[in-house]
């Protein structure tokens, strides 16, 4: 398919060979890690990106509910990259997940960041009037404002629905994925449909002792590895898309350094025994968080 952004693409990447990118269904590259940065803010976030940037890092995960959009385009344009070699994804707030405001609400994310156009613009939450709100993103990637668009928190049935009875299918949808919630039939069921997944908290923000847990410590024992970049590695094996976050100079590096090992059938096998069957997070379709979320007001 032909890329709408075709001007915008680096004109010789050598890194799409060595699988630090994945292509999306309209083409365009997408890498496999970027920067997760909630809960960053200020100088934080501004420092953060540059050292993401000097690792490696070309993806950058934000969102208008964050309210560090400013800072993440300071980080951008310190970080001293060429924008165009950046895969920046920002996100639509419940609020503004509408067929009249999700347009405003997209230039207002890229006032904020400072930038001509995002590579991935989400609708964060499966609540609102997403129909709507999808309706307007397809207009604005039709429009070539937007380089790819897509959804965040989907179930399976919800998304084969957005997907039936739109034009566009989401490129991406961006989903909680760790060990204790794998996610593996819904994970199935996107690239059955042709969207990429991506996982958020691949770390589980920590839960469960993660980061000493003794199967994952074991594996990455094997290749000089830690905990968190086996997860890393076992997500970008099956396919997954992952936005580690991190502020501490020296974990944003360790987690972009998982290119020279490979693990095996059996480490595979292993971390999916992990599985806790449900997420530990948010429940998506209970009424609580309905009207939480559909309370936040951003502006
Ligand atoms: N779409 C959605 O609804 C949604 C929801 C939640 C999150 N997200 C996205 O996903 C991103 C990541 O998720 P998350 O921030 O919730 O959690 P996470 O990435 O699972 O975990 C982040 C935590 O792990 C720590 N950490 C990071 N690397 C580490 C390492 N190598 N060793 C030890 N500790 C490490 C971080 O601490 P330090 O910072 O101190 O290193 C932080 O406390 C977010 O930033 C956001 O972009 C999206």
Known sequence: ????????????????ETKEFTILSNGIQMPMIGLGVMHMHGNECVRAICEAVDAGYRMIDTAAIYGNEAAVGKGIRDSGIDREKLFITTKLWVQDADERHAKAAYEQSLRNLGLEYVDLFLIHQPLGDIYGAWRAMEKLYEEGKVRAIGVSNLNSGRLVDLSMHNRITPHVNQVEIHPFYSQEKAVQEMKNLGVQPEGWAPFAEGRNNIFRDKVLADIGQKYGKTPAQVILRWNIERGVAVVPKSSKPSRIRENYDVWDFRLTKDDMTAIQKMEGGRELFFEHDSPELARMFGNYRIH
């Open 1 to 16: 398919m032909k890329n709408i952004f075709g001007n915008h693409l680096p004109k010789e990447d050598h890194k799409a």
